[in-house]
Nanobody, 116 residues
């Protein structure tokens, strides 16, 4: 059974930082493109950052320079370091595992709220 379990979200003031984690079981993240998406109230889910099996990364323009995606293939965990958070970053952040030949998987999400 595949599980992606996100953690690390919370309430943070503008300008603050968090590190989100996505612990995977049932798959080897080294074989997947791993990504973080977010969904704000009333908005569509959007891609935030992704990292390929080979380690290549890409980011949404809105988070470039502030967010960093990384992974530990041994621990089977994907991270998203989020810095200089702004109220518009408030959303539920979801972990995604994607593979061209296999099923895709989603985590249950972790809430990030940026407010003073």
């Amino acid at each position: 059974q595949v599980q992606l379990v996100e953690s690390g979200g919370g309430l943070v003031q503008p300008g603050g930082s968090l590190r989100l984690s996505c612990a995977a079981s049932g798959i080897r993240i080294s074989e997947y493109t791993m990504a973080w998406y977010r969904q704000a109230p009333g908005k569509q889910r959007e891609l935030v950052a992704a990292i390929t099996s080979g380690g290549r990364t890409n980011y949404a323009d809105s988070v470039k320079g502030r967010f960093t995606i990384s992974k530990d293939n041994i621990k089977n965990i994907v991270y998203l370091s989020v810095n200089s958070l702004q109220p518009e970053d408030t959303a539920v952040y979801y972990c995604n595992a994607d593979h061209i030949y296999k099923n895709a998987y989603w985590g249950q999400g972790t809430q990030v709220t940026v407010s003073s």
